[in-house]
């Protein structure tokens, strides 16, 4: 689990020291308790990703932001977070693999022809490369994880270098015509 603290705050609790500061509570992540979560949709087809650092992983935020960032008639694949319940009742075809230790479902054929197409591993596979590209950065304030999160997913949605990609990098660097 990714620990995002103050970095680049002053700490002046001599009874706190930094080495000593690790967040290890249980449970879902708040902007509160200082591991805000973050909410994502990957599209199965078109691979672009979505994404948003929130205060709360409940209903009230998630459900949402599914909405908004899916079409009416998509398929939703979640874990079992209860969170999720009510996306069925936005229109989308809502299905979930349950983690949960002793089940051990990770992958499901629904329809019988061998494929598993019940699963997260989109998803999951993403936010281990979002761990990947913070973890350089050992520890990020939460007021500026939403920029490092923007960052990767832009740099996840850019599927194809061209020049246009090229000239809109290097726009500041165009000598002017004149």
Known sequence: ??????????????DDPPRR??????????????????VGVVGRDSGQVRLHVCHHSDRKTLVPFVVAKTQPDCTVN???WRAYNTLSDTGRTHVHVCHS???GEWARD???????????????????GLRNFLRPFRGVN????S??????EWVSNVKQVTDDFLRAMMWR??????
């Open 173 to 178: 660097f165009t000598p002017n015509p004149t």
């Open 110 to 128: 629904d329809d019988g022809d061998g494929i598993r197409e019940v699963h997260t591993n989109s998803i999951e596979g993403f936010w281990i």
């Open 101 to 103: 230790f002793g089940q």
């Open 147 to 152: 920029h490092y999160v923007a960052v990767h």
């Open 1 to 14: 689990m990714l620990q995002f603290r103050e970095k680049g705050r002053k700490h002046d609790d001599p």
């Open 21 to 38: 500061r690790a967040n290890d509570v249980k449970g879902h992540g708040t902007w509160d308790n200082d591991r805000p979560p973050i």
């Open 142 to 145: 939460k007021e500026h994880l």
């Open 78 to 80: 979640t874990d079992e």
